[in-house]
Each structure stands twice: as structure tokens, then as C-alpha cells.
């Protein structure tokens, strides 16, 4: 059984459409959730955590609907978008409180708020008011109290907003580390290169529909549209590009001699990878190095989103 | 016991208790309530110095009550807390970690109202009381005792009327987005309004029925000219405990419906 | 040919002056009220008293004889505005058109914004003044007006006015009179938190609080009580002056003082809070 599953899930609010007959299946690991502003990223996640009500269709959450749900919000830990601590609070007292509403006693939910603060390097300031944190430390007191009851399910709006670039390196690894030990992870982020270092499995939304979701690599091999960019470094360009003129689904070649560089496009990348290999052989041709600029997720973004 | 002292609902509602207990806004508030016991000061230092008062102590403490406690104090302390329970929450942002915690929203609304109610009890009965002794313990220790059944029997008037006030207040916190103004506009415009129509309309007050209940014999006559005959001690109960319970209820069924789409939309 | 030169470039036109900036600020918040339906319909609501003085201006016009009692001269317009704070009416307009108006820039943090604009600290205070002073107004002067030219129009001779040459001056300085009053004192508990709702119930108790510490006082002292322990009960007292009719005491003068004092404090602490917010945090 999926961890999460959408069944033609649509939700207005008023005459604006939140999200379009979305269908969605996710498991354990890590899963990004891509898209820009308004794409409806923040609206699957209320769904999924509970605080809002699909206008049609079905979401399920370990099988059961999340609305107002005890019995998910349990197996749930939600790290929201939006920064909100109750005032002259500390942090030990705030994620002490959120873990009595799990059913654990006061000694028990204490033990564990300062072994997660401790997680999370929050244990020297767990007694000083939130209101005294920095955004990081805020950040990562999100993150405590929605992984101090062990959750299955982990949801993680944004959590790279507002940290520093060790903070961002931190909370990948974490991310990386909770998902690999086999719960589901879903997180939501603009960061496209920070979000490629946790996971290759994405969902990629856009004006309320899911544009794609799954393996980057799988996807970026399904987008016809755009022929493949793919990067030669050798020390003979210009005979490299003479030769693979002759072949077959190469769109545009372009090369430098200073640089060494032959540049090219093509809809067919598989095939034309084993034809280099076996040119490369006959005609004694050294090949340093290849990269593909746009088997990524930024390009992949970019070509799927931007119009 | 235990197994309801540990419940969630009283987690919450211990939580809720203790954050708005120590809070600036709790000083503010029981400086308010403090308006009779300041009167009351006043009216022992103009009764010292001989200045001419139309009161005894326990006359003065009457009016107080009827005039300034009840009408005001009491609606205001649960306009100031009970109209913010679930406002409050969704302006701090604190609203998702609380929706998405293994928690019914009954157990949830139930243990903040709960908490809230408990405050304002909290701070307005240690006001009455000591209004209470300021003015009348002067008149010597016989008239606080032979007067301390009327203090019992208005404490636990102002239970029911800081219940029954709160029930409406959290129902209007809960379902409305401006719930001040409604909340104001029912306490000291319709409910100021209705002492001047006659007939059923008085009725339709929680004033009405908290005035028939105070046990002060002296201002019985103004209060009839003013909400018209008393209905009888048991009925007030039974409808101050009634509104008191369906407002309450309302606001859980308000609340559990209710759905959160936050601040910010991406 | 040249080429374009689309590199970035100063702008070298005029700028506008202060005063529409500050217009800006006002157009801005005046917009938001009138888009509330529960605004209009509260503005509506306020409008009521003054279709019953109307009424009451037109029994008066028609049936002299059986009731002289109603008679219409400058006292209906110091009783019809001052009711209009009695009543609550001014109080609910100021409660929902201010009581957000800092706290929410103080919440948001759109204060800063305003303040790192080209808006001094009294522009913007302006800029907030200016939609509740219309907006109190809105419901004290116009209709006040509007029940004087409701009178004349019907006089076949204009009386009243030869009687009370200053009887609109009257009605235009008392209603700015109270209009500052209430915007002063709801703008500067605004400031003073960043909930809407916090502030609002702040006006409230003060407001209402006063007024009913002013009662009990009167009580206590055989009607002799200085109306000016009141927030409301000043504003009514200072009517009479105003309006050049007899004050029965030297109260009136004392609220009028007191009133002044309030607003100065008023202005002092939205001037403290704002320049507190111009201190990173």
C-alpha cells in the first residue's frame, strides 16, 4: 500500500482552481515536489496533512482519509511553510507540549523533546524563548517537533527557506538519512540543484496539475520536444564533427577548437551514445570526456514549466 | 481521574491555562477586573474622610456588582479571551501543528475553551471577593459574615455568566472572522437595547437571567424596571446552563469543520 | 545608426510631492474599507439615527401645534452628533476601520516597507488618519449637514439659520472635533499591538470602561462626577461648547482639556512606536 495516494483530486478555493484532477501515488523514500509559485504545492500538501478537504476525488493517507483524522496525524510529522510559535515559549516547552498531544506522559515527551533537540543541535538553546532563535534555528525547531514521534510519513514545506548554506547542507543530509531509512518523505522546494542532492524521484507541478512525476532521468528521456544536449571534450573537434554528421537523429552539432569542445543535439541519446563508442574504437578517436547539460532537473523544469 | 487528567483535551487545556495565565494581555486584563475593588478603595476613602455617601458597604458592594461587574467586566473577559482561542492560534500560525496532531478537534477546541474558561474564572472571582471585603469589611466582621452567603451565591452567578458568555464569544471566534465587533455589538448594543423594549425581546439576553439571579434583595426593584420581571431562579439556571452548553457545542461543530489553508499559497 | 541604448537609466522626471504620497497610502487603506460589505453595511446601520431625526424634523415641520415639544433648533444637532457617540455608533465605525490599521502593518511587517519609502513618519501617519476621519465623518458630519439642508428645505423661511448663524460651523467643528478624537485614540491603541483583535478589544476597554467607571462615579457622588473620567462622556460633554449653548458646570472646558491632553498623548505614542519599528529587530 502506497504511503499516499491522490484519486482525481481537484480543489477550488472559490473560482480559483488550487489543484486539477490530480492523480498521485507516493512510497517510501524521498519525493520532491517541484514547481513555481502557485503551482499548487502548498495546497496537496494541506491535503495530504489534513487541514483541508479535496473538492472532489480522494485522498488517502496509509489508507484512510487525513481530514481531521487522529489516527494518520499520528503516523504524520508536518514541517510547514509558515514560520508560527506561540509566544514566551521555549523551544523544549513547545515540542514537549506537541508530543503530549501524541499520547506520550510528561517525563517521556520531555526525554524525547531533548533527545530531538539534541538531533537537530537545538539542545544548548532549548531553554531560551523561540522568539530569541535565529531563522535556522527556527527552522530546525520546525523539523524537531515534527520528528520527535517518529513519523512514517514526513512532509516538509520549503524546509531549505531562510538557512544559511551549511544550515541547507545539514538538512539535505538529514532529509537523504530519514528517507533511507525506509519512511516516506515528501518535500516541497524551489531549489532545484539542492533538491536534485536528496532525491531523483520528483512530482512536477505546475497551474494546479502534476506535469510529471518520477525518476528525473526517465522523465527528461520523455520530453520529446527538446532533443538531448550532449558534450564532447577532445583534442580533434573538428574531426569528430565531420565524422558524426553522417549519423542518424543528430539535429545540430556545433564545435570549438580552442576549447575542445563538440557540442550537439539529439533525439535519440541511447543510440547515439553506443554509435560514439563504436566510432570512437574505429576511427581512433579519443573522447575525454561526455556530460549532458540537460539531463538534469533544472532543464527538465524549465522545459516542462516555462512556456 | 487520571486517565481524564491525562487526556489530551486537558493537555490542551493546561497548556492553553498556563501560556495566557503569565501573558502581558492576562495583566491588562486583571487590571480591568480590579475596576471595582478601585471603586470600592474610593468609596472607603471618601467614606473615611467623611465625605457624604449614599451607601453602606454591602449597598455599595450591590450596585458595584450589578452595575459593574456583571454588565461589564464579565462580558469583557470573555470577549478579550473566548472570542481569541481559535483566532489567536491562526494569527501566531500555530494552527498546522495543532490540526495535524493525533488529537479529535472536539478534544482539541474542547480543551482550549476549557482552559480559557478556567482563566477567566480565575481572574474575575478574586476581583468580586475582594471588592467584596474592601467595601463591606469595614462595617465589622458580623456584616461579612452575615453578608458571605450573597458573595457565595454571586461567585457562582459568575460562573454561569462567564460560562454562558464565553460559549457565545468562542462560538462567534470560531465561526465569524470579526468576532469583536459582533461580540460587542451583542453586549452593549443589543443587550443595552432590549431593557428598553418590552415584552419577550428582554429575554433573548444572557443579562436578563444573570440580573434575576443576584441574590442583592436592595436592587431588585431598579433591575425589574430595567429587564422586567424575574423569572424564577431555577429557569435562569436552567437557560444560563443552556446556552452555556449549546455554544459551546456549536463552536466544537464550527470548528471541526473547519478547514485551514494557511497564509501563504504556493 | 546608433544603437538603442537599453542600459539602465535614472529617471530625470519630477517626482510628486508629499502630499500624494501620502494620498496614496490613504487611497489605498480608504479602498479596502469600501470593498467590505460589512463596512458599507455598518455605515448604513450609523445613518439610522439620522433618518429618525428626520423624521422628527419633519413631524415637527408639519404638525407645529401638536408637538411643541419637538421643537428643531441647534440643541437637535448637539444631540443627534453627541448621540452619535452615545450610541456606540462612532465608537463601532473607529473600532473596524482602525483598530487593524497599524497593528496589521506592525504584524506584517509592512511598516518597515512604508517607512523605507520616501514617507516620513507623519506622512504615513497622515496617510492612516485620513480614511478613518472620513470614515467617522462619514457618519457624523454628512449626516449632520444632511439633516440641516433636510430642515431648510423645508422652512419657508430660514430661521434657524438667522437665529444660529454659526450652527454649520458648529456641526463641521464638533464632528472634526470628534473625528480626531476617536482617530487619535483607536490609531494610537493600534500601535500598541500587533493583533487586530487585541486592539480593538484594547478601544473597547478603555472606551467602555471609562464610561463605566464614569457611572459608578456618579453614583457614588450624587451626579457630580467630571464627565471627562469618560472617554464618551467627554466627547459628549465638550458639545455644548460647540455648540454655544449654556454648560450647566465648568465641566465642559475640563473635557475639552482633558481631550486635548489625550490626543497629544495619542500622537506621542504612535510617534514612539513608530520610530521603535525603525530599530532592526
Redesign the interface.
Known sequence: MSAVELQSVSRW?GTVL?LSRVDLSLGSGVTALL?P???????LI?LV?????PSSGNVRVFGENPF?N??V??H?G?V??????????SGKDWVC??L????Y?STESSQRAEHTLEEVRLDTVAHRPVSTYSRGMRQRLKLA?AIAHHPDLLILD?PLAGLDPVGRREMIDWIKAWGNKGHSVLV?SHILHEVELMTREIVLMNQGRVLASGNVHDIRRLIDAHPHRVRLSTPTPKILAAQLLDFPGIRSISFSEEREQVELETKEPERFYELLANLALEEHITVHEMTSPDDNLEAVFKYLVEP | MSRFWNSRAAVVAQWTFEKLLWSPRTMVMASVTLFPVALAVIFRIAAAVGLQVSFTGFGFFSVVTATVSFPFVAPMLALFYSSGIVVDEAENGTLPYLVTRPITRVSLLAGKMAGSLALQIAIFLPSLVLCFYVAVAPSGFQEVGSRFPTLALDAGVAILGIAAYSGIFAFLGTALRRPVLVGLIFVFGWQAAATYIPGFVRKLTVAHYLQSLLPHESLQGALSGLWGERPSALLAVSVLLTISLMTHALAILAFSRKEFAGRVSS | MPLHDVSYRRFEGTRVGGLARIWALARFQMLSLLKQRRFLFLMFASWIPAFVRGGQIYVAKQFPQAVPFLEVDQSLWRDFLSQQVSFLLVILVALYAGSGSIASDLRSGALVIYLSKPLSRMDYLIGKCLPLLAAILAVTLLPGLALLLFHLGLSENWSLLTESPWLPASILAYSLWLAAYFCLMVLAISSLSRSRRLAAVGFVLLALGSHALYGMAMRMSFGQAPAYLSLIGASVDVADLFFGLATENGSSWGSLVVMTLLMVAGVGIIDRRLRSSEVAT
Do not use: I
Open positions: 478555493y488550487g514547481g509559485n502557485g503551482a499548487g504545492k502548498s495546497t494541506r496533512s489534513g487541514q483541508l478537504r481531521a487522529p489516527s496525524a499520528a504524520l508536518l510547514p511553510e509558515e514560520e508560527g510559535f506561540p509566544p514566551r515559549v507540549f506537541l503530549r498531544l501524541h499520547g506522559g517537533q520549503e516541497s
